[in-house]
């Protein structure tokens, strides 16, 4: 999952410490921002911030909760956009145009924080991937309203890893036009299934 969701409204203290740990994990690393990092983007005293959250694990579980959730409620929003699965698929590939310029730098948010905890072998590993199941997970349901219920696992996860190695070659050429490039590709590659005479609706 391409993907960089963030806090929006309404924010507590919380929740604006979600949100800037959010951001320094991806740009920076998890193991690479400390707590000093966080409060001083957050703005708020030492005691307040301990308030909330005794260690940077603490931290670390929030925030993918705070991914989980958003992506699940991106999924639905999807689901109300676009009224064809194929079209719903669109939606995933071109979170890879919207999220361009953060990619470019930092690479993808969900596949860059997956890797390192792996490195660190992380507690928290399995959790963090459950980002990529929810996606799996729902690609895998759109490829068979497309009629391709037999092999729509393998399609979601083709679709996944393709997904993710735009992102890392992205990254490290720093390469904008390869992303547009790449994404034309995709919807190429998935305009067979849409015109498919066994594609179902609903």
């Given at each position: 999952m391409v993907l960089e969701v963030f806090f929006m409204s309404d924010k507590t203290t919380r929740d604006r410490i979600v949100e800037a740990a959010d951001r320094l994990f991806y740009r920076r690393g998890y193991e690479h921002t400390s707590f000093s990092d966080i409060a001083d983007t957050v703005q708020i005293s030492r005691g307040n911030f301990y308030y909330h959250f005794r260690t940077k694990d603490e931290i670390l579980d929030a925030v993918i909760q705070a991914r989980l959730a958003n992506t699940g409620d991106?999924?639905?929003?999807?689901?109300?956009?676009?009224?064809?699965?194929?079209?719903?698929?669109?939606?995933?590939?071109d979170i890879l145009i919207a999220n361009r310029a953060h990619i470019k730098r930092y690479g993808c948010p969900v596949g860059t924080l997956c890797s390192e905890l792996a490195k660190l072998s992380h507690p928290s590993q399995?959790?963090?991937s459950r980002v990529f199941t929810l996606f799996r997970t729902w690609l895998r349901r759109q490829f068979e309203l497309l009629g391709r219920k037999a092999d729509a696992d393998t399609l979601a996860m083709?679709?996944?890893?393709?997904s993710q190695g735009i992102a890392t070659l992205a990254s490290a050429f720093h390469d904008e036009k390869f992303i547009k490039q790449e994404v034309r590709q995709l919807c190429d590659w998935l305009r067979p299934y849409a015109e498919s005479p066994t594609r179902k609706t609903g």
């Open positions: 991106m999924l639905a929003q999807w689901e109300i956009e676009a009224e064809e699965p194929a079209q719903r698929i669109r939606c995933f590939i399995g959790d963090a083709h679709l996944l890893a393709r």
